[in-house]
Structure formats: structure tokens, C-alpha cells
């Protein structure tokens, strides 16, 4: 069985860094695709970086140059680093996983099945 925890979230203010961790168990398929979503309510979830079981990651725009996600497969742990940070990146962040085999895309996040509790990010202005 999956099992995702994410931890490293909390308060930082604006241009500021965090760096989230996803301690996942249970990932027995080679093959999979592991991502990070966030979801600030009025909006919808949100991909924010995918990785895939080679290291192949892949980010929005919006992303690129200030997220880096990366994984230490000997911990079974997946990262994400946030620099310079804006208001807007305040939300719950998600560790997810996605084992069906298909390619790893951020943006539908219907096809991952395993999730975490998520962590809060707060950036203030």
C-alpha cells in the first residue's frame, strides 16, 4: 500500500524559501510518476512539478527557474524547493503518486491515486 507524508511547510515572507519533503512507502512498481499539487481554495488543484521513476521532471511556466523537485531514492523521499516565493503560492501542498505506467504529465492529476495529507504554505507580502 502507498503511503505519502508530506512535511516542511509553514510561514515565510515574500522572495523567501521553503524546501517540502514527501516521505513515500510502498512504491514496488519501477515505473511510476510522483508529482506535487497545490490547491488554495476559490481555485482549482494545481500541478506544480512531476517526476518520473528515470528523474524526468517537468514544470508549468509559472514554475520554472523558482521550483525544483527531485527525489533521494535511497530515503524514498521526494522534494520539492520553493525560492522566491510569492503571495500567490500560498496553499495546501500535495505529495502524489501515479503507478498506472502511462507518462507523466502535472497536469491531470485524476491519474494519481495516491496522495498525501498535505502541508500548508503561507507567504505573506
Known amino acids: 500500500q502507498v503511503q505519502l507524508v508530506e512535511s516542511g511547510g509553514g510561514s515565510v515572507q515574500a522572495g523567501g524559501s521553503l524546501r517540502l519533503s514527501c516521505a513515500a512507502s510502498g512504491l514496488t512498481r519501477s515505473k511510476y510518476c510522483l508529482a506535487w499539487f497545490r490547491e488554495a481554495p476559490p481555485n482549482e488543484r494545481e500541478g506544480v512539478a512531476v517526476i518520473d521513476s528515470h528523474g524526468i521532471s517537468d514544470y508549468p511556466d509559472s514554475m520554472k527557474g523558482r521550483f525544483t523537485i527531485s527525489q533521494d531514492n535511497a530515503k524514498n523521499t521526494l522534494y520539492l524547493q520553493m525560492n522566491s516565493l510569492r503571495p500567490e503560492d500560498t496553499a495546501m501542498y500535495y505529495c502524489?503518486?501515479?503507478?498506472?505506467?502511462?507518462?507523466?504529465?502535472?497536469?491531470?492529476?485524476?491519474?494519481?491515486?495516491?496522495w498525501g495529507q498535505g502541508t500548508q504554505v503561507t507567504v505573506s507580502s
Open positions: 502524489a503518486a501515479d503507478l498506472s505506467g502511462d507518462p507523466c504529465d502535472y497536469r491531470d492529476y485524476d491519474d494519481f491515486s495516491y
